[in-house]
């Protein structure tokens, strides 16, 4: 622990740490996983509830670090990711790895211990897709950005898994919503952000798709899909058919911007469907928790 302990005793070390762990970012992931023990959990057991979120948010920032350890280079490529602290060498790449592999150990034992070691795998199955298979992946192919959905929507199935202890068929559910939510929100950012990324040499679809064609219609396709997935909360008792109608309605609504990005791919277009990914998720959140709630 020397090596951090060295660099804490620099000035203004605690921001430079705060945002190697993207809190901000993290914290829609966390409550994701409030959200999956919530509706998991028979009686809410306070104690378990508490270590799932802490145990959670610390292999999620373990993540986050683990990222940008391995993106640093590509990141000061990048006018939007070149003013975090390893490009700009306020901390060093064996400093964050060492703080990212002890958040993660961190977060591993408090989800083995405060809830159950399925949760903890779901974990670990989280940390090793977004940090080893996603992060590599997406500098050689478009299809990347599927990969990385899986991590992104696995939240929830730890809090489900923590709170039941087992992976049914409404866990699945809920990592599909958030699967299929994450495309249109990621590729609406990416066309946004795509001379960065191509800057950086990732392959994003947005990057090799001079049109926008092609990532418009991922963007529609998608967010059908989670309209679909919302309706399907009802049919395996996530809630009631009412509130799950609401969350598809929601998503239809979303659905409606990402159609209106197909036939008009400017910035404009492009920034509503990505506003309105970061409106449309809480709401259908809103929809089944009050859905289950009342069942």
């Known amino acids: 622990m020397t090596l951090l ?50 145990g959670s948010g610390l ?30 060498g306020d901390i060093s790449p064996a400093a964050g790895q060492l703080f990212a592999t002890v958040l993660s150990i ?10 159950n070691p399925l949760s903890a795998v779901v974990a ?6 977004y940090a080893w298979i996603y992060t590599p992946l997406k500098r050689r192919t ?20 923590a709170a039941t202890g087992a992976l049914t068929v409404e866990a699945w559910l809920l990592f599909g919503i958030v699967f299929a939510w994450q495309l249109p929100h990621f590729h609406s ?16 679809l947005a990057v090799d798709d001079p049109t926008g064609r092609r990532t418009a219609t991922h963007s529609l396709v998608w967010a059908l899909v989670l309209a679909v997935l919302c309706l399907l909360g009802a049919a395996v008792g996530v809630a009631s058919p009412a509130f799950a109608i609401a969350a598809a ?27 309105g990914s970061l ?6 959140w809103i929809a089944l928790v009050a859905g289950h709630a009342i069942l």
């Open 5 to 54: 302990t060295a660099e804490a005793t620099r000035p203004n070390r605690a921001a430079l740490w705060l945002a190697l762990a993207k809190p901000r970012l993290n914290a829609l992931a966390v409550a994701t996983v409030g959200i999956g023990f919530y509706l998991g959990a028979g009686a809410l057991d306070l104690g378990v509830l508490l270590s799932v979120l802490i």
């Open 59 to 88: 292999v999620a920032a373990g993540g986050a670090a683990f990222n940008q350890v391995a993106e640093r280079d590509l990141d000061a490529l990048m006018t939007r990711t070149r003013s975090r602290p390893l490009p700009l």
């Open 106 to 115: 961190a977060g591993f034992a408090v989800l083995a211990l405060g809830a």
């Open 124 to 129: 670990l199955a989280t940390l090793v897709s």
């Open 142 to 161: 478009s299809l990347a950005v599927l990969v990385g959905a899986v991590p992104g929507a696995l939240p929830p199935v730890i809090g489900w898994a």
């Open 189 to 204: 950012l990416a066309w946004l952000h795509r001379d960065d990324y191509a800057r950086a040499g990732f392959k994003v």
């Open 249 to 275: 309605s929601f998503s239809a609504a979303f659905s409606l911007l990402a159609a209106r990005f197909v036939f008009d791919r400017s910035p404009a277009r492009a920034r509503s469907l990505f506003l």
């Open 279 to 284: 409106i449309v998720l809480p709401l259908i």
